[in-house]
């Protein structure tokens, strides 16, 4: 059983990916051990109670310096003794001993195909903003694994979505969510937790 650690920010959709996949047997030999939240008034935090998921808020507000925060962001994930840690919507830098602590065992989920529109400064809408800017056609989500540049980890899955026209951030963010994210970071978890996933150097 490949035990996970979701961190969220948000809205928490996919969590919620997370939840049904693991609900309706798209996922399988896993378990969500715990939902950590950078936010207490993140919506996710509400799929997790609902689910009876353990899950708690570690805010930076909360502490007097960045090195106290990641220390305790830090004991707060081992606390929950996951194989695997999931990145879905969280928009906090994970601290460098983190990477180190959980090697090739943290994915995060992006909304474009990296490298497109990735790195820093490119988070949730101002992915989707920057993309309708460049005004390209085709975008998508990337789901890779975390190392200690910003998106730059090797990439697992991707999926391409159409831009329409007459599309906002906003319209082509949800579209991104439903066609791609929901779809590809359910199926990772899905591949890791059954061996199907190796990696060799960046790849
Ligand atoms: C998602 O679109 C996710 O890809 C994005 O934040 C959103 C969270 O939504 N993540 C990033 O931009 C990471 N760089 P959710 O809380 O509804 O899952």
């Given at each position: 059983?490949?035990?996970?650690?979701?961190?969220?920010?948000?809205?928490?959709?996919?969590l919620?990916?997370?939840?049904?996949a693991?609900?309706?047997g798209?996922?399988?030999?896993t378990e969500?051990?715990?939902?950590?939240?950078?936010n207490?008034?993140?919506?996710?935090?509400?799929?997790?109670?609902?689910?009876?998921?353990?899950?708690?808020?570690?805010?930076?507000?909360?502490?007097?310096?960045r090195?106290?925060?990641?220390?305790?962001?830090?004991a707060?994930?081992?606390?929950?003794?996951?194989?695997?840690?999931?990145?879905?919507?969280?928009l906090?830098?994970?601290?460098?001993q983190?990477?180190?602590?959980?090697?090739?065992?943290?994915?995060?989920i992006?909304?474009?195909?990296?490298?497109?529109?990735?790195?820093?400064?490119?988070?949730?809408?101002?992915?989707?903003?920057?993309?309708?800017?460049r005004?390209?056609?085709?975008?998508g989500a990337?789901?890779?694994f975390?190392?200690?540049?910003?998106?730059?980890?090797?990439?697992?899955?991707?999926?391409?979505?159409?831009?329409?026209?007459?599309?906002?951030?906003?319209?082509?963010q949800?579209?991104?969510?439903?066609?791609?994210?929901?779809?590809?970071?359910?199926?990772?978890?899905?591949?890791?937790?059954?061996?199907?996933?190796?990696?060799?150097?960046?790849?």
């Open positions: 059983m490949l035990k996970i650690v979701v961190c969220v920010s948000g809205g928490g959709t996919n919620q990916a997370i939840i049904d693991v609900d309706n798209a996922i399988t030999n969500i051990v715990g939902v950590i939240s950078n207490a008034n993140a919506y996710a935090l509400e799929r997790a109670k609902a689910k009876d998921i353990p899950a708690v808020c570690i805010s930076p507000k909360d502490f007097e310096t090195d106290l925060f990641n220390e305790a962001l830090l707060g994930v081992h606390k929950f003794e996951p194989d695997l840690v999931v990145l879905a919507g969280f906090v830098n994970i601290p460098p983190m990477v180190a602590d959980f090697e090739n065992r943290i994915i995060n992006h909304p474009s195909l990296i490298p497109s529109f990735c790195g820093k400064g490119f988070y949730g809408l101002k992915v989707h903003e920057g993309a309708l800017a005004g390209v056609k085709v975008t990337t789901v890779h975390v190392d200690d540049g910003t998106d730059t980890g090797p990439i697992i899955f991707q999926k391409a979505v159409e831009v329409k026209e007459g599309d906002d951030a906003k319209s082509l949800q579209r991104v969510m439903e066609e791609a994210e929901w779809v590809i970071l359910p199926k990772a978890i899905d591949a890791i937790a059954n061996g199907q996933i190796k990696i060799g150097g960046d790849r």
